[in-house]
């Protein structure tokens, strides 16, 4: 007896697995699950026309197709694509391809908080893990340099040594701003900008997030 199924959807706090033959077809339903109406679709060039093909089942929904995914995920085509993103005022994006793709995805979405839909084509497996890889300067880096950096120091924690973590100093946006001003976004160069609520500080670029993520954001 078999236990294979055919399709199935699988959801946790962190993610949601849809399964099943055909079930590309319903990507624009999974744009709009995600309460978004501007996707940009990502390929690498040899799948350019797999991305148009998404493109066309998104419909209204995809605002535009970026086609220059590279394997390692290169910092500066991870740069250019969450500037493009920006600029189309893009709420997702959709990753069409393999681990290059995939990678891309990660790094817009750890660049400009959006949501990100993923589409596997091949067995890389990136999409159900929570790194990212990428290469700057012939060097291939993991986001585990949290770690490395010692992680995240708050207000006077210091570790038993005495010394303190520094991974702070490579935020986006929180902690980079205050009553009088913000430093420049690390992706647009617009001011970050800072709300109180509730007696916590929520910290935003206004160019890069939406309202509705800065709402949802901590």
Do not use: W
């Not at 493009?84 to 660049?111: F, H, M, N, P, Q």
């Not at 949501?115 to 291939?140: D, F, H, M, W």
């Not at 973590?165 to 420049?184: I, L, S, T």
């Amino acid at each position: 007896m078999s236990h294979f199924q055919e399709n199935f959807v699988a959801q946790s706090a962190a993610v949601r697995v849809r399964f099943g033959a055909g079930v590309r077809h319903s990507v624009a339903d999974e744009v709009r699950a995600r309460g978004c109406s501007r996707a940009l679709i990502l390929s690498t060039p040899q799948q350019a026309d797999t991305a148009r093909e998404f493109a066309d089942l998104c419909g209204p929904l995809a605002v535009g197709i970026y086609t220059d995914a590279t394997m390692h995920t290169p910092v500066a085509i991870s740069d250019h694509a969450a500037a493009y993103a920006v600029e189309l005022v893009a709420d997702c994006v959709v990753a069409v391809g393999g681990g290059s793709t995939t990678g891309l995805g990660k790094a817009i979405a750890y660049r400009t908080d959006l949501p990100q839909i993923v589409i596997p084509t091949t067995y890389a497996g990136s999409e159900a893990t929570p790194i990212l890889g990428q290469t700057e300067n012939g060097r291939k880096t993991t986001l585990t340099s949290a770690i490395e950096a010692g992680g995240s120091s708050l207000r006077d924690f210091i570790r038993s040594d005495g010394s303190s973590g520094y991974f702070q100093q490579q935020y986006f946006v929180y902690g980079r701003a205050n009553d009088k001003g913000g430093e420049p976004c690390r992706v647009c160069s617009a001011p970050i900008k800072m709300i109180r609520q509730g007696q916590r500080s929520t910290f935003y670029c206004e160019n890069c997030q939406s309202q509705k993520t800065m709402r949802s954001s901590k």
